[in-house]
């Protein structure tokens, strides 16, 4: 059963070593994001399992210990997404099973690793599951619930960034739709509202490029019937992009 969840962003800039000159600008974020994380530790879970984007060399199951990299982002820093080896995704899915060769982590979950790492997790067991954005939200939601599943006590940290579309200088260029898209999902994760997140536009999110629908998605599905209560811990769209962090207990 779901017992905590943290949200948060994963832009490589939140990494300091990688946004160099600019990392004072997501100080806020990285504190909000360490607050996030102290939230799940203190819900004592059985079980860790973080979930984020991924392209789909990328996709699926990643166990604790897998290795992560911000070189191609011009830094010379690796992670690992927890500290040892575990016993991996038993009885996932097997469209999403690990196939047992050694992956790179995903960005999503590389940040998630440095974000473990800055509070030195070790509350739990964990493994990381990076998503595409052709998973559909039925899908999602299913996968939450065979994730909720797990373990007794269960916590996510799911990582993804909202609209790609605030600004004439955003990734995705300015879309007047992506400051309501982004205030309704600020709006669901504050209040931990599940069937708004079920609910979330798929081709509207993938218009805006926010890489974070299907996380939330999962979340969504892990969370149903938890009745768990949110709190929104950050927003603000720096760069063009919006990013929030949440957390749930």
Do not use: N
């Amino acid at each position: 059963m779901l017992v905590a969840a943290a949200v948060c962003p994963c832009p490589p800039l939140l990494v300091p070593e990688v946004a160099a000159g600019a990392a004072p600008e997501l100080d806020a974020a990285r504190a909000a994001c360490t607050d996030a994380v102290g939230v799940l530790a203190a819900a004592r879970p059985d079980r860790l399992v973080v979930v984020g984007p991924a392209e789909q060399s990328r996709r699926g199951w990643h166990p604790q210990g897998a290795r992560g990299s911000f070189r191609g982002f011009g830094v010379d820093l690796d992670v690992r997404l927890g500290t040892s080896a575990d016993e991996g995704a038993d009885g996932l899915p097997e469209d999403l099973a690990d196939d047992g060769t050694e992956r790179e982590l995903p960005p999503s979950l590389a940040v998630a690793g440095w974000l473990l790492g800055r509070t030195e997790w070790s509350a739990a067991p964990l493994d990381g599951l990076g998503v595409g954005e052709p998973l559909g939200a039925e899908r999602c939601i299913q996968v939450g619930g065979d994730i909720a599943t797990r373990a007794d006590r269960v916590a996510l940290l799911v990582m993804g960034d909202a609209s790609a579309c605030r600004t004439l200088k955003a990734p995705g260029y300015l879309d007047e739709r992506a400051v309501g898209f982004d205030a309704e999902v600020a709006r669901a994760l504050g209040a931990a509202d599940v069937e708004a997140l079920k609910g979330l536009d798929e081709q509207l999110a993938y218009e805006l490029k926010a890489a974070g629908r299907a996380p939330w998605q999962v979340l969504a599905g892990a969370a149903e019937g938890a009745g768990l209560s949110g709190e929104l811990l950050y927003e603000d769209a720096p760069y063009g992009v919006g990013y929030l962090v949440a957390a749930w207990s």
